[in-house]
């Protein structure tokens, strides 16, 4: 097959559907990517005006540019857009679009799941953006802190919008965050061992893995706050043994990680883009990525870094402040390595380099006084006051939002192919930096005055107007700034030249490939020996394009790309990937009915619509699999490797193994949460607290493990597998159905007592993987029957075993939990 036919083939392949259907079934990651930033771009842009809102009624003592209520809501807004819908999403999104073709990959390993992730967020965010429309936004601030945010004293559904809606959002988050942890993982060039993977590729890494392990506590906050709003069980309610500082330990748990979670891209474009325009090589790049690790394990922490003045132990205290500290070490060891890298080399000073100079500027000082804030004593003074207001946009903007302006101009050539048209960048870029500072350093200003945050007026002899007036200014000539960059990137996309390939001189697999990028991204698949491949053999490019890497011949119209070896990069084996599909809109549709429900108070029906994610699901995992066996398969260079099919460790295994990582994350935080408040709240337990379930537990662990052991006899082999599964299935569904018993026969009612109300969650957390276990043995069943699953093809059973042994462990340790509960342990 010529050149021409090869793309031809490859086009037809990798091609989404025409019309409108093709918008809801797209799955291609570079659509799906660019969806991402787009939104998130729109929804920063909402949050801006928010801003400037909030700017207009600080302006002046005694404002009444709007009232206390509507300035609830606006302020609220702000926070959580910036942070849940815009933040985390852009850095999703940018990931999304540039991870397979830095990787030398065609996709990422869970296409369907990339476009549940975009739909679930363009569904959540459509509902706290809307909420606002109408007058029925959050208005208890961004964090959400009980009591304010209870029943009580917000009794309207403001803040259920926000409680509803982020639990939506953060399902996307989790679709992405296993997404790109798995993609970096198995979807890489031959070649390209962990050693050699572009310095980007390790940042989102350390992201996605802190996202896996730091979004399920306010998943859990999240839950248990609508339970207690929607059902009156008193997790937060101190006179009923709740501790409403449990919800502050919970999002904190999520928040500090949060900071650097949104850092760490940002900065792994720097890392990219400094070498580029220094015209020289990463200096340190191991150092950075020992310092990346080292900053992803210590931001689990630090929350109680935001919970100085909550009157906790002076030992606790001493220790985070330390930790607090300690933080700023593997930073800086990131920005001595950019500053090494630019005097090694011959910057030049390219619009992308401008706010990268921008960006450091306003990050040191933002590190300064978080050095500040980390000091217990000043923290005590300065807390919830416009210091840290200023602090906070210091590190976040300074942070995240220069290096991905930087970002944006950097890799525009590659998502369009063009040229910017007119220089109003730099134009814009010097609005952004000059009104960012005049607005945020009188922030500060302003806080060591004593102004407090989240108030909507002050008086005028509290001295702080002018300040105020001047921030105000500032942020308004941020505003003018951040239009005129968004006239620069439309007029790029829009009229600018053609680009030559690659015009920066880059290195990375990125700018091997035609811009903008074709839906299959490279014609053939690259072999990679070094970091920087394409500075290693000039010809790359054209290389791969005249067919001379791997998986170069469309095979049976199959989305092929390379999976290989976690550590060495060698190839393991061939993903044949789902094509454009309706089911992810159709799965986030049905979530979204569900949310829609419970915001409404329709709690009778809400369950309606998790069966409808339950067929949907099923429907989805039908489609999976091969019923004949498909053999080796020849991959380009003479060596041949299973199909995915037939090979261990594939990407469904592992994506179940980061799954259930982030489901024992939330399951652990439920636990802390049951120890936290027996340790600290009045009256733990109750008098009438519960029997030791004793009868029960020898039940729940006979049939747990007898699921866990009649599963793994069941794996494809020759012999009664189908008779194992029928015994596997039985010891899941005792299970089930004792853990379905104890809220009747031996739980107090949980909404009498916290007591109650925890451990009547534990038993729903484990009820629930039950039913999940049940479910998944009830489908390899079937796909038994129906000849998907056989020996030489594994992978569902073993991916049906994790599933199986989770939900048996779980169940074991809530039995067990309640029996130590009882005994007063």
Not at 48 to 62: D, E, F, K
Not at 233 to 244: Q, V
Not at 550 to 565: K, S
Request: hydrophobic share 55%.
């Amino acid at each position: 097959m010529n050149a021409i036919g090869r793309h031809r083939g490859l086009a037809r392949i990798w091609a989404g559907e025409p019309g409108l259907r093709g918008v809801f079934s797209a799955v291609s990651h570079t659509d799906i990517g660019k969806r991402f930033i787009i939104a998130s771009a729109i929804f920063f842009a909402i949050a801006g005006v928010l801003a400037m809102l909030i700017r207009a009624q600080l302006a002046t003592s005694h404002s009444a540019f709007v009232g206390p209520e509507a300035y609830a809501q606006i302020f609220t807004m702000h926070g959580s857009i910036m942070m849940f819908l815009f933040a985390i999403p852009m850095l999703e999104g940018v990931a999304i679009y540039l991870l397979p073709k830095l990787l030398g990959s065609r996709d990422l390993a869970f296409p369907r799941l990339t476009a549940l992730g975009w739909w679930c967020y363009l569904f959540g965010g459509s509902i706290m953006v809307g909420s606002l429309l109408v007058g029925l936004a959050p208005n208890a601030g961004w964090f959400l802190y009980p009591p304010l945010s209870g029943p009580e004293y917000t009794p309207g559904v403001n803040s259920d919008v926000w409680l509803l809606g982020v639990t939506f959002v953060e399902i996307s988050a989790m679709c992405a965050a296993i997404e790109i942890v798995v993609t970096i993982l198995k979807f890489r060039a031959k070649g390209m061992r962990l050693d050699r993977m572009p310095i980007y590729a390790w940042y989102i890494l350390a992201t996605a893995g802190m996202m896996i392990f730091g979004f399920p506590p306010l998943i859990l906050g999240s839950i248990l706050l609508e339970i207690e709003r929607a059902f009156g069980w008193p997790f937060f309610d101190p006179e009923l043994g709740g501790s409403p500082l449990l919800w502050q330990h919970l999002f904190w748990l999520f928040g500090h990680p949060e900071v650097y979670i949104i850092f760490l891209p940002a900065a792994g474009a720097i890392s990219t883009i400094i070498p580029v325009m220094a015209r020289t090589k990463l200096i340190g790049y191991g150092a950075i990525v020992a310092s990346v690790m080292a900053l992803a394990f210590l931001s689990f922490g630090l929350w109680v870094h935001h919970m100085f003045t909550t009157g906790i132990p002076h030992m606790a205290l001493g220790f985070f402040s330390a930790a607090s500290v300690l933080v700023a070490i593997p930073t800086s060891i990131q920005i001595f390595a950019w500053l090494g890298t630019l005097w090694a080399g011959r910057p030049k000073l390219e619009l992308p380099m401008l706010y990268l100079l921008g960006f450091f500027f306003v990050f040191i000082l933002g590190g300064l006084t978080g050095v500040m804030l980390a000091i217990v004593p000043f923290n005590q003074q300065a807390h919830d006051t416009a210091f840290v207001t200023a602090h906070l946009h210091y590190v976040l903007a300074g942070g995240f939002v220069f290096p991905m302006l930087a970002a944006a101009y950097y890799w525009m050539p590659h998502v369009t192919g063009r040229l910017r048209v007119m220089r109003i960048g730099e134009a814009a870029f010097w609005l952004i930096f000059i009104g960012f500072n005049i607005t945020f350093f009188g922030m500060h200003l302003t806080g060591l005055l004593g102004m407090p945050r989240r108030v909507y007026t002050y008086p005028a002899e509290a001295g702080w107007d002018w300040l105020n007036l001047v921030s105000s200014i500032g942020g308004f000539l941020q505003a003018f700034g951040f239009a005129l960059f968004a006239l620069d990137i439309a007029l790029q996309a829009w009229l600018g030249r053609p680009a030559r390939r690659n015009p920066w001189g880059a290195g990375t697999l990125e700018w091997t490939m035609m811009t903008p990028p074709p839906a299959y991204n490279f014609a053939s698949l690259p072999e990679v020996e070094c970091r920087e491949p394409l500075g290693a053999r000039g010809t790359l490019a054209a290389d791969l394009a005249r067919g001379e890497g791997l998986l170069a011949a469309p095979r049976n119209g199959w989305r092929e790309t390379l999976a290989v070896d976690i550590a060495s990069g060698k190839p393991d084996h061939v993903a044949i990937l789902p094509g454009p599909s309706l089911l992810p809109v159709a799965a986030a549709a049905s979530f979204g009915g569900f949310f829609a429900m419970m915001l409404l108070s329709l709690y009778w029906i809400a369950p309606l619509f998790l069966v409808a994610v339950t067929v949907v699901i099923w429907l989805w995992a039908s489609t999976n699999g091969s019923r004949e066996p498909v053999g080796p398969l020849e991959i380009g260079d003479g060596t041949t490797v299973p199909s995915h099919y037939e090979a261990q460790g594939t990407v469904g295994y592992w994506g179940s193994v980061f799954a259930l990582c982030a489901s024992g994350t939330l399951f652990g935080s439920l636990i802390f949460g049951f120890a936290y408040l027996w340790t600290v709240a009045p009256h733990w337990p109750p008098q009438t607290g519960l029997d030791a379930p004793l009868f029960e537990t020898g039940l729940i662990v006979a049939g747990a493990l007898a699921a866990a052991i009649f599963v793994r006899l069941a794996l494809p082999r020759t012999g009664n597998g189908e008779g194992r599964l029928y015994l596997a299935i039985a010891g899941m569904g005792l299970t089930l159905l004792v853990l379905a018993s104890l809220p009747v026969l031996r739980l107090p009612a949980p909404t009498d007592h916290a007591f109650g109300a925890v451990s009547t969650t534990l038993v729903a957390y484990g009820l629930f993987h039950a039913m999940v276990a049940t479910l998944i043995l009830a489908f390899m069943m079937v796909r038994k029957r129906q000849g998907f699953v056989a020996h030489g093809r594994p992978q569902e059973m073993r991916v049906a075993t994790l599933w199986v042994d989770y939900a048996a462990g779980t169940a074991i340790v809530v039995a067990l939990v309640l029996v130590l509960a009882a005994w007063g342990v």
